[in-house]
């Protein structure tokens, strides 16, 4: 016979209830440390990017760079966007063709790298919650 | 049956202990959240620090170090950090922010940025991208989660980040260089005056940046026969407005007085002229300091302001102002290369008729023969204001390596006295 006032099993009760409180706090910490991750990675690869453009490196030598830089190989060239503009507050124009082994970017011109990293989803039950992409673009001169 | 003891039951223990962890855990998450919100906009501020000086260093490469140069790439630093984000943020970079000058190395591989000096063999460019408390320009600190439970210093954390790039400098070595520019005020070239003035006074801004010690300038504005009834009454104050403010005018042997006591005109030995009329001319010389880049000093500035405001008259007697700027030359450091720029019409013209104006010719070219003798270099530039020129006369005049120059337009002046200066003084330049 079971007495109702037994304690058995009760622990078991509550570490599952505090157990899915757990585990989502978990995930939740590790899809904010991958997004994190993520904003860190398209940094790194807006500076790479900007960087070859501003010193003259061809478009598809600077794309090359931008995508060795995400090493979860979900960066696609789809996400990256060169755009150069005469001035600040001019239009911002793709990148014109290449001219030899240098953009096609007057210098003193100013350039742009944009990478919309796709986040890297480890759960996926944020996914309402959480940016899909981490942004993130650099302006420089080109040289 | 068993009885149930309240005191000692362990039921909900679990349940305790899982909201203390858990606790512990949030706490832990957000410190997370903090530090990868701080981290990540440490790196986005270094990135846009060192865009934007390299932004300035690109600028000092292609529009010179000198200080318009250094504002130049001031503010094309500004302008790329300013377009740029941290943290979705626009930043606000402020003037402060951004240092051009000496780079200065440190210890254990730093580097600073010090006031600029022509000595120096390398400048940079530092900016600094900042989130502080207390900014009035909007570059607020970052808002925290984790900051806020100690409630410290706005709950918000304060980020500064800065980049140094530089260049390196070449110094073409050179001799000290005593130059005077004679600038034509005559009449006929009373269109060009004040626009060749500025020009001057543009090149004695490129001289500054580029002095080194020993270095000095002069200016020269000459003119030709006057009449007494001028002598007496606009060129009295004309004559008096110099002197006043360049007492060395009335020292030396080189000038005489007509017995109104105005100046007459000598030739570079102290011997009055051949036409025996008082011929005024107004000059400034100043000493450059030793190569630190100073300023025109406001003495020559009031100098270049008094003859701006004077007006153009007489004719145009080369010979006095060539004359003229070999006596100071003479006068000055045995060592120095010298060189004289003349600036004029191009239009040896006296009132006195054809053969007056034969003799300015041949006065001017013996003082031109004097200068080469002595080993001074001659540039010439004509201004063509008008049709009488006589670019054959101008470019006869130039010895010792000097060019003739030519234009049309008064307006192009300013970028022919620069390629003077920089063929004189070998601008400093950037190592590619």
Known sequence: MIELNEKNGAALVEFVLVLFILVGLMCAVIEVTMYFKDCATATMCARDGARDLAFGRTSTAAMHRVLGCDSTGLLTSSNVSFTYSTALTGVWSALPADFSTQNGVSAGYFVSCSVRKPHTWVTGLFKPIFPATANAQLIMVRD | MRCFNRKYSESGQVLILSILVLTVLLIMAAIALDIGTLTLAAEQSQHVAEAATLAGVESLRVNGIDSNGQTMAVNAALAVANANKVLNQQVQC?????????????TGGTYTIGPWTDSANAIGVSVTIRRETGASNGNN????????????????????????????????????ISLIVAQDGSSSFQNEWTTTTTAITQLFQLINNASISGDEAGFIVFNAVLPTSWLSGQGTTFYNDYTKTYPQMNQGTKYSTDTSGLPRLCDANGVGDSQGQERPLTMTLTNFQTGQGYSLTSTMSTGVQLIMNDTGWGDTEHAIGINWAISQLQAGPAGNQKVIIVISDGEPHSVGGQSETNQFITDANNAAATAAADGITIHTVCVAGTSGEDLSFMAGLCCN??????????????AVLIQIGQITYGAAQIIE
Do not use: C, W
């Not at chain 2, 402020?94 to 200065?104: A, E, H, P, R």
């Not at chain 2, 806020?148 to 500064?160: A, D, E, L, P, T």
């Not at chain 2, 390596?401 to 192009?412: D, I, P, R, V």
């Open chain 2, 401 to 414: 390596g000097g060019y003739a120059f030519q234009t049309a337009n008064a307006n192009e002046l300013a």
């Open chain 2, 141 to 176: 600190p970052i808002p925290t989660v984790f900051a806020r439970v100690f409630g410290s210093n706005n709950n918000n954390m304060q980020i500064k980040r800065t980049a140094i790039a530089s260049v390196q400098i070449y110094h073409p070595q050179r001799k000290p």
């Open chain 2, 94 to 106: 402020l003037n402060s922010d951004v240092q051009v000058g000496q780079l200065i190395p440190g």
